[in-house]
C-alpha cells in the first residue's frame, strides 16, 4: 500500500516538472506541454480536413461531369469540323479566325450584345432604384405596386416575349389599337419590323420584366440602412437629393454590385425573348450571339463552329465579369466593412 502511494505521488511529481523542463535544445531533453498540444492539435485538424475533403468528393465528380467534361469537349469541338454532330476534320483556329475576321455577321451580333448589355446595366440599376426611392416613403399602397412591378419577374421569358410581341404588332396588336383609337396613326406602325427601332423594342419588354426585381432588392437594402444616418444629415440642413447622393447611393454598392454581375450574365448570354420576338430580325439588327449560335448549330449544321462563337463568348464574358468585380468590389467591400 506505502509502495502504491509512492509510486502515484512520484509520478505527479514528474508530471508537473515536465510543463517547466526545457526542449530537446535544453538540458533537460523534456518537450513543453504547449507543444504537445500545438502537434495534437496540427494532427487533428489534418484529420478533419482529410475527412472533409472525403464528403467533398462526390460533389467535385459531379461538378467535374457536368461543366469540366463538357467544356473540354467543347473546346475540341471547336477545333473541328462536323458533318452534322459527328466531328470529322482538324481545322485548328480557322473557326476563331474565321468568326473574328470574316464573318460579319458574328461582329453584328456581338455589338447587339454588347449594347444590349451596357443599356441593360445602367437602365435596369437605375429604373429600379427609381422605384425604390419612390416607394420608400409610400405609406398606402406600397404593398400592391411592389406586387405590381415584381409580377412580371415571375413570368418566363417566352411568355413575355410572346406578350410584348402581340403588343407590337402592327393593325391588330394592342399599342396600335389603342393609338388608332386615340386619334394617332398608329395602325402600321411595327416596331419590331424596324431595324432602328427592333433592339430598343426588345430592350423595353425586356426592363419590364426584370426592373421588379431590381426594385425589390434596393427596397430590401433600403430598409435595413440605419436612420440616424437620415437624422443627422436633417440636422445638417441636407435636402432629399443630397441624402440620397451622399448616404443612400454610397451603402447601396454592395447590392448595386451583385445586381450589376448578374444583369451582365444574363444579359451577354439573352436568347429566349429574343428568339421569340424576332428570331434575330429584321436584317439581324437584334441579333445576338446566343442567337447566331443557335441558327448556326441547329439550322445551317455548322456544330464546330458554333461551339468556337461559344467559346469566345465565353471569353467575353470571363473578362467583362472580371473588369466589373475589380472595378466594383473595391466600394462594394468599403461599404460593408
Not at 183 to 204: E, N, Q, R, S
Not at 255 to 284: E, K, N
Request: aromatic share 14%.
Amino acid at each position: 500500500m506505502f509502495a502504491s502511494t509512492g509510486y502515484r505521488q512520484l509520478k505527479v511529481k514528474v508530471s508537473l516538472n515536465l510543463g517547466a523542463g526545457e526542449n530537446e535544445y535544453g538540458s533537460t531533453g523534456q518537450i513543453p506541454l504547449a507543444s504537445c498540444d500545438r502537434l495534437a492539435f496540427l494532427r487533428r485538424s489534418r484529420r478533419e480536413s482529410a475527412t472533409d475533403l472525403l464528403f467533398l468528393i462526390p460533389t467535385l465528380a459531379i461538378l467535374a461531369g457536368f461543366l469540366l467534361v463538357p467544356l473540354v469537349y467543347g473546346v475540341v469541338l471547336s477545333l473541328h469540323d462536323t458533318d452534322g454532330f459527328a466531328i470529322t476534320t482538324f481545322v485548328g483556329l480557322d473557326h476563331y479566325a474565321h468568326a473574328i475576321l470574316g464573318d460579319a455577321v458574328f461582329h453584328r451580333s456581338l455589338l447587339n450584345t454588347l449594347v444590349f448589355t451596357a443599356a441593360a446595366v445602367v437602365l435596369q440599376t437605375g429604373l429600379g432604384l427609381l422605384l425604390a426611392v419612390l416607394l420608400a416613403d409610400v405609406s398606402r399602397g406600397k404593398a400592391f405596386f411592389t406586387f405590381v412591378f415584381f409580377a412580371p419577374f415571375v413570368l418566363a421569358p417566352v411568355a413575355v416575349g410572346a406578350v410584348w410581341k402581340f403588343l407590337y404588332a402592327p393593325y391588330f396588336g394592342i399599342a396600335a389599337t389603342v393609338g388608332s383609337a386615340l386619334g394617332f396613326d398608329t395602325l402600321t406602325i411595327a416596331p419590331l419590323a424596324d431595324a432602328d427601332v427592333a433592339l430598343w423594342a426588345v430592350m423595353a419588354a425586356f426592363l419590364w420584366r426584370f426592373v421588379g426585381f431590381t426594385m425589390v432588392v434596393y427596397m430590401a437594402a433600403m430598409q435595413g440602412l440605419r436612420r440616424e444616418y437620415y437624422e443627422y444629415a436633417v440636422l445638417e440642413g441636407a435636402g432629399r437629393f443630397h441624402q440620397f447622393r451622399r448616404i443612400t447611393w454610397p451603402l447601396l454598392w454592395p447590392q448595386t454590385f451583385v445586381l450589376v454581375l448578374l444583369t451582365t450574365l444574363g444579359t451577354l448570354r439573352i436568347f429566349d425573348m429574343v428568339w421569340v420576338m424576332t428570331a434575330g430580325g429584321p436584317s439581324h439588327a437584334t441579333e445576338t450571339v446566343a442567337t447566331d449560335i443557335y441558327v448556326t448549330a441547329f439550322r445551317f449544321l455548322q456544330v464546330g463552329y458554333a461551339q468556337a462563337m461559344a467559346m469566345i463568348l465565353l471569353v467575353v464574358i470571363l473578362l467583362l465579369t472580371i473588369v466589373e468585380y475589380r472595378i466594383l468590389d473595391r466600394r462594394a467591400e468599403a461599404v460593408t466593412e
